[in-house]
């Protein structure tokens, strides 16, 4: 599986010991940064891989910082990205099984090493149950495409 991979500088240090980890098990891994704790801003981080998983050149895409919650809002700006938030194996397995999501975040601060490869390899081995599930999906596409085309009632400009 092609797999794009950021984080800020609090997700470094976890990002770092991913990579390996998912190169090990075969996966292509394109590391979009950082490549230090030094302080840095995540939305550039998280939008690089969030492009890359919406325009297929990834398969799916993982993200991280501190907590994992703005590293998750950055990428899901992204027309075409699901980013779910698992900080444990139920979410992660909720979030493909019935989500379909194809960006996994995580924060560096609070899931430990050996949860985060659990919770990775959940995540990358559920697949997505379909049926209703795709309708919900497709809603939440048409929402997508609304807000692009600018048609949104609601919106004030």
Not at 61 to 89: F, W, Y
Not at 100 to 113: D, E, Q, T
Request: proline fraction near 3%; charged fraction near 25%; glycine fraction near 10%.
């Amino acid at each position: 599986m092609r797999i794009a991979i950021g984080s800020d500088h609090a997700g470094y240090e976890l990002k770092s010991l991913l990579i390996p980890w998912l190169e090990e098990r075969g996966h292509q891994v394109t590391d979009h940064g950082t490549d230090s704790t030094i302080s840095v801003d995540y939305p550039p981080f998280c939008a690089a891989v969030a492009r890359d998983v919406a325009s297929g050149r990834a398969d799916r895409g993982i993200v991280m910082g501190g907590s994992g919650q703005g590293e998750q809002i950055a990428a899901n700006k992204v027309h075409g990205v699901r980013a779910a938030l698992c900080h444990d194996l139920y979410t992660a397995e909720m979030s493909r099984r019935h989500n379909n999501a194809n960006v996994l975040s995580m924060g560096g601060r609070i899931v430990a090493f050996g949860l985060a490869t659990e919770i990775t390899s959940l995540w990358l081995d559920t697949e997505f149950e379909g049926g209703r599930h795709q309708r919900r999906i497709d809603e939440i596409s048409a929402i997508e495409a609304e807000e692009c085309a600018g048609s949104d009632p609601a919106r004030t400009t």
